[in-house]
């Protein structure tokens, strides 16, 4: 019914998601070659792939009672995870470090921002400024281990 790729490394694999003729919603990965491996994790109603580094590790999201992000590793094995206490929880890239980030919706149902490090401590934000409403939502990161004024450290 539709296709949506998001993100693709440098050896050129593309990973997304599709929607079947039922309505569910899978995620995908597609090799160079052109090969296309539907991707589900357990007890999902629907699996979000969106981002991937040039290793193969995998992050996205998966529905079932709620939203709940995940890592994938080059291997297949998958970390679900949710922020303490957030009612739902979207990972949106990796970076080559691990780290995963996205956005998460708390008891208030406000949107914030976090970073996942790859030992799966977090760090939540909003963007400078900004009250919780509107919302963060984060949608990459890169590898940098300094921002921009040399100070801050990157996540």
Known sequence: ????????NAEGVIVGAYNDRSGKI????????????PYDA????????LGITDKGEMAGYWIGNTDHGF?????GK????????????????????GAAIGWYMDKTYAVHGYIRQRDGDFTTFDAPGVPARPPTYP???????????????IM
């Open 78 to 97: 998958i970390t679900s995870f949710d922020v303490p206490d957030a009612l739902r929880t979207r990972a949106t890239a990796i970076n080559s470090r």
């Open 42 to 49: 357990p007890h999902a109603f629907q699996t979000w792939l």
């Open 26 to 37: 899978h995620g995908f990965v597609r090799t160079v070659d052109g090969a296309v491996t």
């Open 139 to 153: 949608v990459a990161i890169n590898t940098r281990e300094r921002s921009q004024d040399g100070a801050t450290p």
């Open 1 to 8: 019914m539709g296709t949506f790729p998001f993100a693709i």
């Open 71 to 75: 890592v994938r590793s080059p291997t």
